[in-house]
């Protein structure tokens, strides 16, 4: 008897050996794993900043150039409306003098 408990005790220790060798193999390759999980969701972000950046810098690109097409057509239209104003003043006051007895009739009825 005394020898089976023996080797059951013996068996316990190898597989005790087995198991605490297993639990730490397993444990690395959970390690290794996050750490791969972490570095592709790494490049993945880096991959997103970069696009989101060049995004960002086209758009200030185009708005800039909106912008100045905007100031540029205003000016023509602001020119083109003081010529008008100067070869036709009575016209010009009698726009003016409709256009604010329309709003302060709008305005009126509210």
Same mark, same amino acid.
């Given at each position: ?11 316990? *220790?190898?597989? @005790?050996?087995?198991?605490?060798? %297993? ?9 290794? #794993?996050?750490? *791969?999980?972490? %570095? ?20 200030? %690109? ?5 912008? %100045? ?5 205003? *000016?023509?239209? #602001? ?20 256009? @604010? ?10």
């Amino acid at each position: 008897m005394a020898t089976a408990a023996n080797s059951k005790n013996a068996n316990k *220790s190898v597989n @005790g050996k087995d198991v605490a060798r %297993d639990e730490a193999l397993l444990s690395e390759m959970a390690r290794e #794993r996050a750490h *791969s999980a972490v %570095d592709s969701l790494s490049d993945r972000a880096a991959v997103a900043e970069e696009k989101i950046r060049e995004t960002a810098a086209s758009s200030s %690109d185009s708005l800039a150039q909106k912008r %100045d097409q905007l100031k540029e057509t205003a *000016s023509q239209t #602001r020119s083109e409306v003081e010529g008008f104003a100067k070869k036709n003043p009575w016209a010009a006051a009698s726009i003016a003098f409709a256009t @604010g007895a329309i709003v302060s009739a709008l305005i009126r009825r509210r």
